[in-house]
């Protein structure tokens, strides 16, 4: 069981926006302003996509958006493509902790 | 680029201590926290602990009393070794690098670690 709180699956066409939630508490999310997001695909590491609620590192396009409201954060993949079929996984920091979601699995149909 | 290198043994024994290293190629060990992720089917990803190159740990609270994270400074290596393991510990574990707060930004392979009598 883990600390967050996302959607199980998500999809959407080609070149269409997804939207994934992440909902935690006032202990985490909506504690502070770390919160990230990550992208894995079957068999590889995850990879960092959105830190700091909304920024992107070097390298990652900006089709990736994240925010934060209250409790929940939101990572919006804009312009789906092929390769951004994978699991998509929030983390928080929370005082003594890190913690994570469960992962939403995105599909591109 | 900054890679990193994460080797142990992948079978244990309930009770048994599990100890994996990690080293660290192409970048500054030095002003960076160092991290250690698991992951499994059952509970997802979830962080271990940390420790940064003056040798201070953050532990999660859950698995503090059985963790200890290390580092060799002079191997540009640090390592993770969780004592008494039962089978709940099986999961791939992941070193890492984090960026900022909460951010990893670098990761080792991953080591699948089996806990079975």
């Known amino acids: 069981q883990s600390a967050l709180t996302q959607p199980p699956s998500a999809s959407g066409s080609p070149g269409q926006s997804v939207t994934i939630s992440c909902t935690g508490t006032?202990?985490?999310?909506?504690?502070?302003?770390?919160v990230s997001w990550y992208r894995q695909h079957p068999g590889k590491a995850p990879k960092l996509l959105i830190y700091?609620?909304?920024k992107r590192p070097s390298g990652v396009p900006d089709r990736f958006s994240g925010s934060k409201s209250g409790n929940t954060a939101s990572l919006t993949i804009s312009g789906l493509q092929a390769e951004d079929e994978a699991d998509y996984y929030c983390?928080?920091?929370?005082?003594?902790?890190?913690?994570f979601g469960p992962g939403t699995k995105v599909t591109v149909l | 680029q900054v890679q990193l290198q994460q080797w142990g043994a992948g079978l244990l024994k309930p009770s048994e201590t599990l100890s994996l290293t990690c080293a660290v190629y192409?970048?500054?060990?030095?002003?960076?926290?160092w991290t250690w992720i698991r992951q499994s089917p059952g509970k997802g990803l979830e962080w271990i602990g940390e420790?940064?190159?003056?040798?201070?740990?953050n532990y999660n609270p859950s698995l503090k009393s059985r963790v200890t994270i290390s580092l060799d400074t002079s191997k540009n290596q640090f390592s993770l070794n969780l004592n008494s393991v039962t089978a709940a510990d099986t999961a791939v574990y992941y070193c890492?690098?984090?960026?900022?707060?909460?951010?990893?930004?670098?990761w080792g392979q991953g080591t699948q670690v089996t806990v079975s009598s």
């Open positions: 890492a690098r984090r960026v900022v707060v909460a951010a990893i930004g670098y």
């Open positions: 192409g970048g500054s060990f030095g002003g960076y926290y």
């Open positions: 420790i940064h190159h003056t040798g201070s740990t």
């Open positions: 006032s202990s985490d999310v909506g504690g502070y302003n770390f």
């Open positions: 700091e609620v909304t």
């Open positions: 983390s928080s920091f929370a005082g003594s902790n890190n913690v």
